[in-house]
């Protein structure tokens, strides 16, 4: 029989204990090197580390520590920095990892009341309701989301041009996400003959604003999402005060003036553009991040004349086909937001539907692009003439 | 003989076929056998001096012709030639 102090007091022996300054330099000493970082483990309850936390740390409850500590450090030789409130259920869970063959294990003496009376730094995480705990569960879950990505995706403000066959399902997905706010462009009504692919729409919305339909669809399938609507066709007046309010795009325009339009806006505010296109049964998809890659102008300096490209409605789609590309969007938009995976910059991603296969083309950012070699204050933005060819 | 795939705007000169093999050495050659074949497709793809036209993109393999020797860039005969033009369509 051991009573409780007995019990800690030997555990205190047995393990490596550290104090709230050496906690702090080691961290600090770390910093830009991820990599050699020792990683630090909250092991509170969730209303303990809601009231705020380590930066930088993970949030693991005691109970769940050794079912999920291999999330966070796989290497068994990895510095671990363990902390709870006062230093003993951190003292116990320092000996628990010793024994799951963790080489490196600390626990901070004094614990997060010790870190917060020395006037140290600290963050407080964003508190997700109750019932985004549940509706976001299947994120949470993921160690590559968790509750703090799922905070990004909910901070996330995302532009789509067009809520048509490539904006239905991308912006369908990125709310059912719960990326928190949306803007939607468009000057369209909804027509019946839309509804065989726009699956944001249905037949109660003929004759509304295709904006006000995406509206009401998104928020109907997620109140978190801030809906905003812009009932306009972008041009240079007014394309610059509408990117600003937001972090990414989704482009899913129907003409060549507004593409580049936006590319150049977007180059000019620095702002990362998810490109796509369909055609018939063949779409393309890629993504642009302004300074790291090319731009849309690397890969087609100039808009074809009128006549020499298709486009609009004579050309036909594969109802499906938006469907797959603009998943494949908001999957990119996603990871840019959670800052995790690897975009599409760089690569442009050619499906062809009736083969179901798909091409992957190295793109390149041109030295000699007519507008992302610019600095930003000297891109013009260039409203294209409007036209639609109908020779198919 | 080069594989070279023909987007869909440009199917209608090729009897909607989305890939033809044609001979050649270079992507001229290939461009030339292919108007040999297939009449009035190259002036999509090329402008009057000859040029790859701006919103049109040829790739040997994964790679961009622009980044490698344009027109005169090499093909071998395993090579997959793609056409892609620039396309608006997102309704």
Known sequence: MATFNEVISRVKSEIQEIGVDETHARLDAAKGDAAKAPVIVDVRERDEYEQGFIGGAEWIPRGFLELKIEDVAPERDRPVILYCAGGVRSALAARSLVEMGYSDVSSMAGGFRAWKNKGLAFDRPRVLSPEQLKRYSRHIMLPEVGEEGQGKLLDAKVLFLGAGGLGSPSALYLAAAGVGTIGIVDDDVVDESNLQRQVIHNRERLGMPKAESARKTLQLLNSDVNVITHETRLDSSNIMEILSQYDMVVDGADNFPTRYLLNDAALKLGKPVVHASIFRFEGQVTTFLPDEGPCYRCLYPEPPPAGMAPSCQEAGVLGVLPGMIGTIQANEALKLILGVGKSLSGRFLVIDALGTNYRQLKLRKDPKCVVCSKPREEIELIDYEAFCSVDL | ?91
């Open chain 2, 1 to 91: 003989m080069a594989t070279v795939r023909i987007p869909p705007p440009l199917r209608k000169y090729t009897g909607g076929a989305e890939d033809v093999e044609v001979q050649g050495g270079t992507v001229r050659e290939l461009l030339d056998a292919l108007e040999g074949a297939h009449p009035g497709i190259k002036e999509r793809i090329c402008d009057d001096s000859g040029a790859v036209r701006r919103f049109v993109n040829v790739f040997v393999a994964d790679e961009d012709i622009r980044f490698l020797d344009e027109l005169d860039t090499a093909v071998s005969d395993k090579d997959e030639v793609s056409i892609i033009p620039a396309i608006a369509g997102g309704r």
